[in-house]
């Protein structure tokens, strides 16, 4: 976390001026502070945005306490994105328990490309990845606070066949269910696409329940977990809307809002809460429209296959001016994923599929609906040519991330560890168990050592530093795909 810290925070001011959407999100986030609302300085009423408050908000935090300049707009990203590194530390810490590659797990988030330059400017993105992450964790967390429940009461007595309350622990606040809700309610605060994750997240609330329950002896374990739980998804689902509907808090007390009373436009009356309630169910039809219909052509956008494949990074910044010691120079701030990282996800996920699937580990599947939550749901809007970038995917980065950890973690721990020598089924010996962890260790070492070499390799076209024209085009790996 230090380490990620560090090289987020140093010349965070640089480059100077707005880059890329820094242009809307950090002057959104100016009138926030000065209206409650954004703004459109033109007409000097409530401006029409697509995306919910909550981003800009934090936003506003850092040109609060930092003034309306380059580090102020910035900062609260560089405080996510770090946050964030800490967060899958502890998670893959507590997922693998292994200090090692929870450590691991931090590093690769904290040298990963993608995730370092969304946490030098001021965009959206990097607080959902923050959210979505902490929402998991919880959920992670109450898995494991509802498992230690069900195991003391067994441990008391309890009769798992009983068809009554006899048969349940004691009831309890689902406290790490709740804080995950409040997570999720914030990232769909900031984005919408998190609604995925909200799928996702119910479906492992049942999926693990239903695990818990076949563990204790439940005879009916899917049954029950429904009818025990649907309460408490229904009041994750209240926790998320209220913490969303919150965070328009300003657009509600404002009477400026951009269609702030728009019933009343229309000749109708708009009666308390309810009114307000309707004039915002329009401003989001409105938004949604504006979503769906967004097929305008930009240089830099990306269809979900070329993701993971780095086919098509977003340049936030580019200029050939300053000193470099050659005829032409070049200063970038491309965001692009750490090559040999992203390029690994692929045979990773396989992996991960692999080791899920023989090992049945409940682990795998988690990590697999968290990518496939961020990446699949776009696919369809590739056949109505929806204009879309490579950092939509920037919520399964961490999932990711995790996958590798997990292949690396199933390379390193052999299944066999009382075995002297393990033999193939026709007899050819293989690998004894402490040589196969030995080179385990090493492959993952040597790969971990890669990634940091090659992030620091292409750290002055993440950061702006002015290079010679030939050292940036040496960057540029996959030619006019990167340019």
């Not at 076949?214 to 229904?234: H, M, Q, T």
């Not at 409105?286 to 097929?295: K, Q, R």
């Not at 098509?312 to 970038?332: D, I, K, L």
Request: aromatic content about 14%; glycine content about 8%.
């Amino acid at each position: 976390m230090a380490i990620a810290a560090i090289i987020r925070l140093v010349n965070l001011s640089h480059p100077k001026g707005k880059i890329f959407d820094e242009v809307y999100y950090a002057v959104d986030a100016h009138h926030l502070l000065l209206h409650g609302v954004e703004w459109d300085d033109k007409t000097n009423t409530g401006s029409f945005v697509v995306h919910p408050p909550l981003g800009k908000w934090l936003i506003g935090a850092g040109e609060a306490v930092f003034g309306y300049n380059d580090f102020g707009w910035r900062i609260s990203a560089a405080i996510a994105g770090t946050i964030a590194v800490l967060i899958v530390i502890r998670l893959a810490r507590r997922l693998f328990r292994s200090t090692v590659l929870g450590c691991a797990a931090g590093l690769l988030m904290a040298l990963d490309g993608l995730e370092f330059v969304l946490s030098r400017v001021a965009l959206l993105d990097i607080f959902l990845l923050m959210f979505v992450l902490a929402a998991f964790a919880c959920l992670v967390m109450d898995r494991e606070h509802h498992r230690r429940r069900w195991l003391r009461a067994l441990e008391r007595g309890m009769d798992p066949t009983s068809p009554n309350r006899d048969g349940r622990p004691p009831f309890a606040m689902p406290w790490w269910r709740l804080a995950a809700g409040v997570m999720t309610g914030c990232a769909m605060a900031v984005k919408w696409s998190a609604l995925w994750y909200i799928i996702v997240f119910v479906v492992l609330i049942y999926l693990w329940e239903v695990g818990t329950r076949k563990s204790a002896g439940v005879r009916r374990p899917w049954r029950d977990a429904f009818l025990d739980e649907i309460g408490w998804v229904a009041v994750f689902g209240l926790v998320i809307i209220g913490v969303y509907l919150a965070s328009w808090t300003g657009w509600f007390a404002s009477s400026q809002g951009w269609d702030r009373h728009w019933l009343a436009s229309q000749g109708h009356r708009e009666l308390p809460i309810i009114g307000s309630l309707v004039n915002l169910w329009h401003y989001h039809r409105e938004a949604l429209h504006f979503h769906d219909t967004l097929t305008t052509p930009h240089p830099y956008q990306s269809w979900p296959w070329q993701w993971l494949l780095l086919g098509r990074p977003v340049a936030f910044s580019y200029n050939s001016s300053g000193t470099c010691g050659a005829a032409t120079c070049s200063s970038e701030v491309l965001l692009l994923g750490t090559p040999v990282l992203w390029w690994s996800f692929i045979p990773a996920l396989f992996g991960l599929a692999w080791f899920g699937i023989s090992r049945r580990d409940w682990r795998a599947l988690a990590i697999g609906l968290g990518v496939m939550a961020s990446i699949l749901p776009w696919f369809p809007y590739e056949a109505d040519d929806r204009t879309m970038f490579y950092f939509y995917v920037a919520p399964a980065e961490p999932f990711l991330i995790l996958a590798v950890v997990y292949v690396l973690g199933a390379l390193i721990r052999s299944p066999a560890r009382n075995v002297a020598t393990t033999h193939s089924p026709g007899g050819i010996e293989l690998l004894e168990p402490a040589d196969r962890r030995l080179m385990g260790t090493v492959f993952a070492g040597a790969y971990m050592v890669a990634v940091a070499v090659i992030f620091a390799y292409f750290y002055p076209i993440y950061v702006g530093k002015v290079i010679t024209y030939a050292q940036w085009l040496a960057r540029m790996w996959l030619g006019n795909r990167w340019i």
